[in-house]
């Protein structure tokens, strides 16, 4: 047995890896090809084409890696930037906090702006930072568009207006791993220089694919860039873009049919239909938890987040005890708290390529172990909240109508 068995379908609410669809799963399930033969390069560059439609490009150019987001991070800072450039970065959780790490282990002077967890960036800080450097000593806004470790969302368009008043040249790179193709995401209008994601978020796609897109600043930026960059060097993929064979090495024939059948799915939706499913998907999920009488770790309103949402619980429960219970009564797989929030908060992801009614199967499990653990929660008043509000709210399916 190839996984420990649990009857029915497993109830994956991690904030990513996420469900794949069947269609995905069965586009990916072929044989291997020759990726030198006429087929590939036909079927890569239409995958280039509709793959900035996720990001909301026209300009942009897009690189599809074989990594994770964290290789798609070194692929943004090692292309664009150079040893010792400054760069500001916010830490808001532990992913900003990783990303964080990444920029000074490959040595940028990394000025960091730091909120407390459940907060969004700090953009008054930001807007001074910005104001006194006369000199344009700043290089790059690093930003985590969507914190997946405490559920907040922060506002890409107030940092591209804080640039856009001050005529500030640094260039904008935003971690979109779990926002885009989830959340309202526009790299054009937004001015964003480098946008990033992995295959297994909202794309809901096997890990292993980093999907990039270099706006024509960040691949001017990368002519004079002196970070050495060997794997995630751009320049071997525009080689071969040229040449129209695409590929400087050897992609995943399985995950190229997988993202086609990915993006077929997403654009069948509608991309606005996508977003907007995840609106309802978040709001549902953040109406049951106040109907449980607990908090949001997201401190205010406009930096909800409607890819996950963090659960605090109260002192005396170790939210990981919530987690173990849910996999091993229930088959239900939530996100645990990590680093600052550990034992204090249980993550329920709710992105990708899911409906409202597997959403209320997960609220159902989280109010039967909330119970379990001690905590007086009333079985179905979650249930309730987010139904009423989804009955009220659920358009005929897109494709059906
Ligand atoms: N950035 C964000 C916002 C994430 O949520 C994650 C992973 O969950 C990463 C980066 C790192 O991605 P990966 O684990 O694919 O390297």
């Not at 940028?108 to 967890?117: H, K």
């Not at 006369?134 to 591209?160: D, F, M, W, Y």
């Not at 939210?319 to 939530?334: C, D, G, H, Q, T």
Request: charged residues 20%; proline residues 5%.
């Amino acid at each position: 047995m190839d996984y420990v068995y649990g009857p029915g379908r497993n109830h994956l609410f991690v904030p990513g890896p996420v469900n794949i669809p069947e269609p995905v799963l069965r586009a990916m399930n072929r044989n291997n090809e020759d990726y030198r033969s006429p087929a590939v390069p036909v079927l890569t560059k239409i995958l280039l084409e509709d793959v900035k439609k996720i990001f909301k490009t026209t300009s942009g150019t897009p690189f599809l890696i074989p990594t994770t987001g964290t290789g798609a991070w070194e692929s943004a800072l090692t292309n664009t930037l150079s040893p010792g450039d400054r760069i500001v970065s916010f830490l808001i959780g532990q992913f900003s906090l990783l990303w964080i790490d990444q920029q000074q282990r490959l040595k940028f002077d990394v000025d960091v702006i730091e909120s407390e967890w459940g907060q969004g960036a700090n953009l008054d800080v930001l807007a001074s930072k910005l104001a006194s450097d006369i000199g344009h000593t700043i290089k790059a806004i690093c930003i985590v568009h969507n914190e997946t470790a405490t559920g907040v969302t922060n506002n890409l368009a107030t940092v591209r207006k804080l640039l856009d008043k001050l005529s500030h040249p640094a260039l904008l790179l935003v971690d979109g791993v779990s926002s885009i193709c989830a959340l309202d995401f526009r790299m054009d209008e937004w001015g964003v220089d480098v946008a990033l994601t992995g295959s297994q978020k909202a794309l809901s796609l096997p890990t292993g694919m980093g999907i990039i897109c270099a706006s024509p600043k960040a691949l001017e930026a990368s002519k004079t860039a002196k970070s050495v960059r060997v794997f995630f060097d751009w320049n071997d993929y525009l080689k071969f873009y040229k040449l129209g064979t695409y590929w400087p090495y050897t992609p995943s024939i399985q995950l190229l049919y997988g993202l086609r059948a990915a993006l077929d799915l997403i654009f069948e939706e509608g991309l606005d239909n996508v977003i907007a499913r995840h609106g309802r998907l978040g709001k549902a999920t953040r109406l049951a938890v106040e109907a449980w009488g607990l908090t949001n770790c997201t401190q205010k309103e406009e930096w909800y987040s409607d890819t996950v949402t963090a659960v605090v619980v109260p002192p005396s429960i170790d939210s990981a005890e919530i987690v173990r219970r849910a996999w091993k009564r229930y088959n239900l797989s939530l996100g645990l708290g990590l680093n600052k929030v550990a034992g204090k908060v249980f993550r329920i992801g709710h992105l990708g390529n899911l409906n409202e009614l597997q959403l209320l199967g997960c609220l159902s499990g989280v109010e039967m172990i909330l119970k379990d653990v001690g905590y007086p929660v009333k079985l179905g008043s979650g249930v309730a909240a987010a139904a009423a509000y989804l009955q009220n709210t659920i358009p005929l399916i897109p494709s059906r109508i």
